[in-house]
Structures are given as structure tokens and as C-alpha cells.
């Protein structure tokens, strides 16, 4: 192989964006940015928990409609996605919880280009559900 196929693969690797990182959630119906949400990897799982609420009137709130041992626990800090694996370039399989209401749906997370996340809630049917849209933040 020749250097300039090496630049090319090596841009290509660089350029390939990644699900890792910090991303605010945007409320699907109002529009209102509320948290941020910290996505990392683990055991080639992906993860994801609440490390900013961004309203004042949210900071301090405790998971008070979760069940288990997150009931009544602070939102922030709240880990609310769980054990999403990799397949076809999205990540899938694993859960979301709604602090909001305490309950927890299957997920699938897109990106769609760099800085946009897809984040997909559904129960049973990936078609029977809702899909909110949340910005990386720089």
C-alpha cells in the first residue's frame, strides 16, 4: 500500500464519529434543552447517565416514580441508559429510564452525522414508540 492509502484509512478512522461523550437532551415536544447526559463504553456496552440538569426548577429532583434501587435516588447522577451493543453502526439491545415517570423502554441510539443523536424509546416494536433528538456538546 502506498502512504497516501494510509492517510486515507487513518482520516477515515479519525472522522468516523463516535457515540462517546457528553450530549444534551432536548425536550421532543417544547423544544427546551434539560439535561446532559455523559455516553460511555464499558464492557462493549454503552451506558449513558445524567450528569447536568440544566433547569433550575429539575436540580436537586430525586427519581421518585423509579422502582428498585433508584427510587427516590438524585436525577443527576442517574444512570439511564443500559447495556446498548453495537450493531450496524447503531447502538441497540439495552434500555432507557424516564426519570419523569420511572419507567424504562428498549433503546436504540443513531447518529445522525457528528454533532446529532437519534435516541429512539420503544416497547416491543421499534415502530411503536417516540424518538427524541439530542445535540453533542462541544
Given at each position: 500500500?502506498?502512504?497516501?492509502?494510509?492517510?486515507?484509512i487513518l482520516s477515515f478512522i479519525i472522522q468516523t464519529p463516535s457515540f462517546e461523550g457528553e450530549w444534551v437532551t432536548i425536550d421532543d415536544e417544547t423544544g427546551v434543552e434539560k439535561s446532559i447526559i455523559k455516553l460511555y463504553i464499558e464492557n462493549d456496552k454503552l451506558y449513558g447517565r445524567i450528569d447536568k440538569l440544566l433547569l433550575p426548577e429539575d436540580k436537586g429532583g430525586l427519581c421518585s416514580n423509579c422502582?428498585?434501587?433508584?427510587?427516590?435516588?438524585?436525577?443527576?447522577g442517574l444512570l439511564i441508559l443500559k447495556g446498548l451493543s453495537k450493531e450496524n453502526g447503531s447502538w441497540t439491545g439495552g434500555t432507557i429510564l424516564d426519570p419523569a415517570n420511572g419507567k424504562?423502554?428498549?433503546?436504540?441510539?443513531?447518529?445522525?452525522?457528528k454533532s446529532e443523536l437519534n435516541v429512539r424509546g420503544f416497547i416491543?416494536?421499534?415502530?411503536?414508540?417516540?424518538?427524541?433528538?439530542?445535540?453533542?456538546l462541544n
Open positions: 500500500m502506498t502512504l497516501s492509502v494510509y492517510y486515507l422502582r428498585g434501587s433508584e427510587k427516590n435516588t438524585p436525577i443527576e424504562e423502554y428498549d433503546c436504540t441510539l443513531t447518529l445522525n452525522g416491543g416494536f421499534s415502530f411503536i414508540g417516540r424518538t427524541q433528538k439530542w445535540k453533542r
